[in-house]
């Protein structure tokens, strides 16, 4: 798969996370945020993804994450981690 097919797919399950009511705001605004970051190619692909898993890593450690939205951003690291592989 090429990379921007990636990229789309991995900013789709973002969209899905940051579309979903049952999830705290700022869960969500945080899977907009790695959004920007992953889509922003005046940055080095690298350097995006570790910003991003980081800031993933963030979210899923919030206390307040139900579990399927848990579940969600671990997969999206799964495949932002497949990026750089």
């Known amino acids: 798969m090429a990379l921007e097919e990636k990229l789309k797919q991995i900013a789709n399950n973002l969209d899905q996370l940051a579309g979903d009511n049952t999830i705290p705001r700022n869960i969500r605004r945080g899977a907009e945020d790695v ?27 919030d206390p307040n994450i139900p579990l ?18």
């Open 35 to 61: 959004k920007k970051i992953l889509l922003n190619n005046k940055e080095a692909l690298d350097v995006r993804t570790a910003s991003a898993n980081s800031k993933l890593d963030e979210l899923v450690d």
């Open 68 to 85: 399927h939205a848990r579940t969600l951003i671990w997969n999206i690291m799964s495949q932002v981690e497949g990026i750089n592989a």
